[in-house]
Antibody
Framework: EVQLVESGGGLVQPGESLRLSCAAS????????MTWVRQAPGKGLEWVAN????????EYADSVKGRFTISRDNAKNSLYLQLNSLRADDTAVYYC???????????WGQGTTVTVSS | QSALTQPRSVSGSPGQSVTISCTGT?????????VSWYQQPPGKAPKIIIY???KRPSGVPDRFSGSKSGNTASLTISGLQADDEADYYC?????????FGGGTKVTVL
């Protein structure tokens, strides 16, 4: 079964850091681009970042550029998102998704919740 | 990276058709045929229902169809059913990043 499972979310204070993980199974992980998408409480989906199969190309939304870093470990079939300098407006459910084609997300995880609050 | 514009809500009776618009610019929707649509039931993860403007993944009913004209993409749901009630989001390639619409809540009356 093709599956993505996120972990690492939690409650942090403004300015702190967090590292999210996404474990992939059921498909050849190192042949797919991967994407992080987030959803603030009661709000819509927001594209956050993506990374190519080899980890050599990354793109970020302006809202997170310079603060978040996407990475992957193909040997561990895992995707990561390092969140630094967290702000209250980063509070959201963070989903990892597989890119089944160019900028189309065909498999999604169940999400992990990040809450930034003092 | 401004969000694409979608109506906040649409509604229809069972069996009717509804259409959701997704308006962007020539830098995203109008510039590329990489528009996808996602269905998100309450409390669940999104699910892809349309990609590359008009294509349906296997398993998605042909009641769902996509189109595009200029800077506006559209999703049409024909033969509306109760379990179509969900939030729907468009997403477009925007040159180097992706951009989502604000989402549309579909209500089945």
């Amino acid at each position: 079964e093709v599956q993505l499972v996120e972990s690492g979310g939690g409650l942090v204070q403004p300015g702190e850091s967090l590292r999210l993980s996404c474990a992939a199974s059921g498909f050849t992980f190192n042949t797919y681009w991967m994407t992080w998408v987030r959803q603030a409480p009661g709000k819509g989906l927001e594209w956050v970042a993506n990374i190519n199969q080899h980890g050599s190309e990354e793109e970020y939304a302006d809202s997170v550029k310079g603060r978040f870093t996407i990475s992957r470990d193909n040997a561990k079939n895992s995707l990561y998102l390092q969140l630094n300098s967290l702000r209250a407006d980063d509070t959201a459910v963070y989903y990892c998704a597989r890119n089944g084609g160019w900028y189309l997300m065909d498999v999604w995880g169940q999400g992990t919740t990040v809450t930034v609050s003092s | 990276q401004s969000a694409l514009t979608q109506p906040r809500s649409v509604s229809g009776s069972p069996g009717q058709s509804v259409t959701i618009s997704c308006t962007g610019t020539s830098s995203d929707v109008g510039g590329y045929n990489y528009v996808s649509w996602y269905q998100q039931p309450p409390g669940k993860a999104p699910k892809i229902i349309i990609y590359e403007v008009t294509k349906r993944p296997s398993g998605v009913p042909d009641r769902f169809s996509g189109s595009k004209s200029g800077n506006t993409a559209s999703l049409t749901i024909s033969g509306l059913q109760a379990d179509d009630e969900a939030d729907y989001y468009c997403c477009s390639y925007a040159g180097r990043t992706g951009v989502f619409g604000g989402g549309t809540k579909v209500t089945v009356l």
